[in-house]
Protein backbone atom coordinates (compact mmCIF):
# COMPACT_ATOMS: atom_id res chain seq x y z
CA UNK A 1 0.00 0.00 0.00
CA UNK A 2 1.41 3.42 -0.76
CA UNK A 3 2.08 5.36 2.09
CA UNK A 4 2.11 8.93 2.31
CA UNK A 5 4.47 11.30 4.48
CA UNK A 6 3.13 14.79 5.73
CA UNK A 7 5.16 17.32 8.05
CA UNK A 8 3.72 17.01 11.63
CA UNK A 9 2.56 20.95 11.30
CA UNK A 10 2.79 24.39 9.66
CA UNK A 11 1.69 27.99 10.47
CA UNK A 12 -0.18 30.08 8.20
CA UNK A 13 -1.05 34.06 8.61
CA UNK A 14 -4.60 34.67 8.06
CA UNK A 15 -5.47 35.52 4.27
CA UNK A 16 -2.32 34.00 2.82
CA UNK A 17 -2.45 30.89 1.18
CA UNK A 18 -1.32 27.91 2.70
CA UNK A 19 0.29 24.98 0.81
CA UNK A 20 0.52 21.09 2.31
CA UNK A 21 3.02 19.02 0.98
CA UNK A 22 2.43 15.35 0.64
CA UNK A 23 5.23 13.02 -0.49
CA UNK A 24 3.59 9.21 -1.82
CA UNK A 25 6.57 8.02 -3.53
CA UNK A 26 5.42 4.37 -3.65
CA UNK A 27 2.18 5.48 -5.31
CA UNK A 28 0.61 3.47 -7.95
CA UNK A 29 -0.08 4.78 -11.58
CA UNK A 30 -4.03 3.83 -10.70
CA UNK A 31 -4.71 4.96 -7.35
CA UNK A 32 -5.87 8.38 -6.16
CA UNK A 33 -4.66 11.42 -4.23
CA UNK A 34 -7.17 12.55 -1.47
CA UNK A 35 -7.14 15.25 1.11
CA UNK A 36 -9.29 15.47 4.05
CA UNK A 37 -9.35 17.93 7.27
CA UNK A 38 -10.40 17.11 10.68
CA UNK A 39 -11.21 19.83 12.93
CA UNK A 40 -11.37 19.40 16.52
CA UNK A 41 -13.04 16.26 17.80
CA UNK A 42 -15.09 16.04 14.47
CA UNK A 43 -15.80 13.85 11.32
CA UNK A 44 -12.85 13.82 8.74
CA UNK A 45 -14.19 16.28 5.64
CA UNK A 46 -13.46 15.77 2.34
CA UNK A 47 -11.82 18.34 0.69
CA UNK A 48 -10.54 17.43 -2.74
CA UNK A 49 -8.85 14.46 -4.47
CA UNK A 50 -6.64 13.74 -7.56
CA UNK A 51 -5.03 11.18 -10.39
CA UNK A 52 -2.82 12.80 -12.47
CA UNK A 53 -4.01 16.23 -13.21
CA UNK A 54 -4.27 19.06 -11.22
CA UNK A 55 -7.96 19.87 -9.39
CA UNK A 56 -9.30 22.78 -8.07
CA UNK A 57 -12.61 23.00 -6.49
CA UNK A 58 -14.86 25.65 -3.89
CA UNK A 59 -12.56 24.39 -1.29
CA UNK A 60 -8.72 24.23 -2.25
CA UNK A 61 -6.17 23.23 -5.40
CA UNK A 62 -4.85 20.13 -5.59
CA UNK A 63 -1.40 20.00 -7.54
CA UNK A 64 -0.29 16.88 -8.68
CA UNK A 65 3.35 16.50 -9.65
CA UNK A 66 4.19 14.88 -13.27
CA UNK A 67 6.15 11.93 -11.35
CA UNK A 68 2.82 11.62 -8.83
CA UNK A 69 5.33 11.20 -6.31
CA UNK A 70 4.17 13.94 -4.27
CA UNK A 71 1.47 17.08 -3.64
CA UNK A 72 0.35 19.78 -2.58
CA UNK A 73 -3.08 21.04 -1.26
CA UNK A 74 -3.11 24.82 -1.60
CA UNK A 75 -5.98 26.49 0.43
CA UNK A 76 -5.70 30.14 -1.13
CA UNK A 77 -7.03 32.35 1.58
CA UNK A 78 -6.55 30.77 4.90
CA UNK A 79 -9.26 31.76 7.41
CA UNK A 80 -9.19 30.99 11.26
CA UNK A 81 -11.67 28.70 10.38
CA UNK A 82 -9.01 26.19 8.30
CA UNK A 83 -7.35 25.31 11.93
CA UNK A 84 -7.34 21.38 11.37
CA UNK A 85 -5.43 18.27 10.46
CA UNK A 86 -5.21 17.97 7.19
CA UNK A 87 -4.65 14.27 5.91
CA UNK A 88 -3.74 13.00 2.66
CA UNK A 89 -4.35 9.81 1.77
CA UNK A 90 -3.62 7.26 -1.21
CA UNK A 91 -6.33 4.79 -1.84
CA UNK A 92 -5.52 1.24 -2.12
CA UNK A 93 -6.71 0.11 -5.35
CA UNK A 94 -7.14 -3.11 -4.05
CA UNK A 95 -9.96 -2.16 -1.91
CA UNK A 96 -12.34 0.63 -0.48
CA UNK A 97 -10.45 1.37 2.54
CA UNK A 98 -8.26 4.30 3.24
CA UNK A 99 -5.63 4.10 5.39
CA UNK A 100 -4.77 7.53 7.22
CA UNK A 101 -0.66 8.97 7.90
CA UNK A 102 -0.06 10.87 10.30
CA UNK A 103 -1.59 14.33 8.99
CA UNK A 104 -0.59 17.82 9.09
CA UNK A 105 -1.93 20.14 11.80
CA UNK A 106 -2.27 23.54 10.67
CA UNK A 107 -3.01 26.59 11.89
CA UNK A 108 -4.06 29.99 11.13
CA UNK A 109 -2.68 32.84 12.65
CA UNK A 110 -4.70 36.20 13.08
CA UNK B 1 -27.35 15.06 0.86
CA UNK B 2 -24.11 14.00 2.14
CA UNK B 3 -24.92 13.05 6.08
CA UNK B 4 -23.80 10.39 8.07
CA UNK B 5 -25.19 10.41 11.14
CA UNK B 6 -23.81 8.45 14.34
CA UNK B 7 -25.67 7.93 17.68
CA UNK B 8 -25.13 7.98 20.41
CA UNK B 9 -22.93 11.47 20.36
CA UNK B 10 -20.98 10.66 23.63
CA UNK B 11 -21.60 7.17 25.51
CA UNK B 12 -19.99 6.16 28.64
CA UNK B 13 -19.86 1.95 29.54
CA UNK B 14 -18.61 -0.18 32.21
CA UNK B 15 -16.22 -2.75 31.38
CA UNK B 16 -19.20 -5.57 31.76
CA UNK B 17 -21.92 -3.32 30.10
CA UNK B 18 -23.09 -4.50 26.52
CA UNK B 19 -23.97 -0.87 24.27
CA UNK B 20 -23.96 -0.53 20.66
CA UNK B 21 -23.21 2.49 18.67
CA UNK B 22 -25.20 3.15 14.93
CA UNK B 23 -24.27 4.95 12.11
CA UNK B 24 -26.96 5.47 9.13
CA UNK B 25 -26.59 7.10 5.48
CA UNK B 26 -29.32 7.68 2.76
CA UNK B 27 -27.17 8.48 -0.35
CA UNK B 28 -27.20 5.30 -1.36
CA UNK B 29 -23.68 4.01 -0.76
CA UNK B 30 -22.80 0.22 -0.20
CA UNK B 31 -19.49 0.59 1.09
CA UNK B 32 -19.42 1.13 5.13
CA UNK B 33 -16.93 1.98 7.23
CA UNK B 34 -15.70 1.63 11.05
CA UNK B 35 -12.77 3.62 12.21
CA UNK B 36 -11.10 4.39 15.86
CA UNK B 37 -9.39 7.54 16.76
CA UNK B 38 -7.52 7.60 19.71
CA UNK B 39 -6.35 11.56 20.82
CA UNK B 40 -4.00 12.91 18.63
CA UNK B 41 -4.31 10.03 16.47
CA UNK B 42 -5.31 9.24 12.73
CA UNK B 43 -8.42 7.35 12.42
CA UNK B 44 -7.60 3.45 12.38
CA UNK B 45 -9.74 1.56 9.92
CA UNK B 46 -11.24 -1.19 11.69
CA UNK B 47 -14.04 -2.76 9.35
CA UNK B 48 -15.01 -2.47 5.93
CA UNK B 49 -18.59 -3.72 5.08
CA UNK B 50 -19.48 -4.14 0.84
CA UNK B 51 -22.89 -4.99 0.05
CA UNK B 52 -23.40 -5.75 3.24
CA UNK B 53 -20.99 -8.26 3.56
CA UNK B 54 -18.05 -7.84 6.09
CA UNK B 55 -15.20 -7.44 3.37
CA UNK B 56 -12.56 -6.48 5.93
CA UNK B 57 -12.00 -6.62 9.74
CA UNK B 58 -8.61 -5.32 10.26
CA UNK B 59 -7.46 -7.85 13.16
CA UNK B 60 -10.08 -6.31 15.53
CA UNK B 61 -10.49 -8.05 19.19
CA UNK B 62 -13.86 -10.12 19.08
CA UNK B 63 -15.28 -7.41 21.95
CA UNK B 64 -16.17 -5.22 18.74
CA UNK B 65 -18.87 -6.80 16.96
CA UNK B 66 -20.29 -5.10 13.51
CA UNK B 67 -23.59 -5.63 11.70
CA UNK B 68 -24.72 -3.86 8.67
CA UNK B 69 -28.78 -5.33 8.79
CA UNK B 70 -29.24 -3.50 5.41
CA UNK B 71 -27.65 -0.87 3.43
CA UNK B 72 -28.08 2.16 5.02
CA UNK B 73 -27.61 1.24 8.54
CA UNK B 74 -24.13 0.01 10.16
CA UNK B 75 -23.77 -0.89 14.25
CA UNK B 76 -20.83 -1.73 16.45
CA UNK B 77 -22.05 -3.69 19.27
CA UNK B 78 -19.31 -3.36 22.08
CA UNK B 79 -18.81 -5.97 25.18
CA UNK B 80 -16.51 -6.02 27.84
CA UNK B 81 -14.38 -3.48 26.68
CA UNK B 82 -11.44 -2.32 28.18
CA UNK B 83 -10.21 1.34 29.22
CA UNK B 84 -8.21 1.50 26.67
CA UNK B 85 -10.68 1.17 24.11
CA UNK B 86 -12.06 4.60 25.49
CA UNK B 87 -11.93 6.89 22.13
CA UNK B 88 -13.95 8.54 19.02
CA UNK B 89 -15.73 6.06 16.90
CA UNK B 90 -16.16 6.83 13.32
CA UNK B 91 -18.34 5.89 10.84
CA UNK B 92 -18.20 6.77 7.06
CA UNK B 93 -19.79 5.36 3.62
CA UNK B 94 -19.02 5.44 -0.02
CA UNK B 95 -20.07 4.27 -3.42
CA UNK B 96 -18.12 0.95 -4.32
CA UNK B 97 -15.58 1.49 -6.61
CA UNK B 98 -12.02 2.01 -7.56
CA UNK B 99 -11.27 5.57 -7.11
CA UNK B 100 -11.96 8.93 -8.36
CA UNK B 101 -15.37 10.56 -7.16
CA UNK B 102 -16.57 6.87 -6.10
CA UNK B 103 -13.94 6.68 -3.67
CA UNK B 104 -14.90 9.65 -1.76
CA UNK B 105 -15.70 8.63 1.73
CA UNK B 106 -17.94 10.83 4.05
CA UNK B 107 -17.66 10.83 7.50
CA UNK B 108 -20.17 10.83 10.86
CA UNK B 109 -20.02 13.24 13.55
CA UNK B 110 -18.25 10.16 15.78
CA UNK B 111 -19.06 8.65 19.51
CA UNK B 112 -16.76 9.76 21.64
CA UNK B 113 -16.64 6.18 24.14
CA UNK B 114 -15.33 6.09 27.01
CA UNK B 115 -14.71 2.87 29.07
CA UNK B 116 -14.87 2.82 33.02
Known amino acids: DAKTTQPPSMDCAEGRAANLPCNHS???????VYWYRQIHSQGPQYIIH???NNETNEMASLIITEDRKSSTLILPHATLRDTAVYYCIVRVISGNQFYFGTGTSLTVIP | DTEVTQTPKHLVMGMTNKKSLKCEQHMGHRAMYWYKQKAKKPPELMFVYSYEKLSINESVPSRFSPECPNSSLLNLHLHALQPEDSALYLC???????????????FGPGTRLLVL
Open chain 1, 26 to 32: TISGNEY
Open chain 1, 50 to 52: GLK
Open chain 2, 92 to 106: ASSEVGRGGSRGTQY
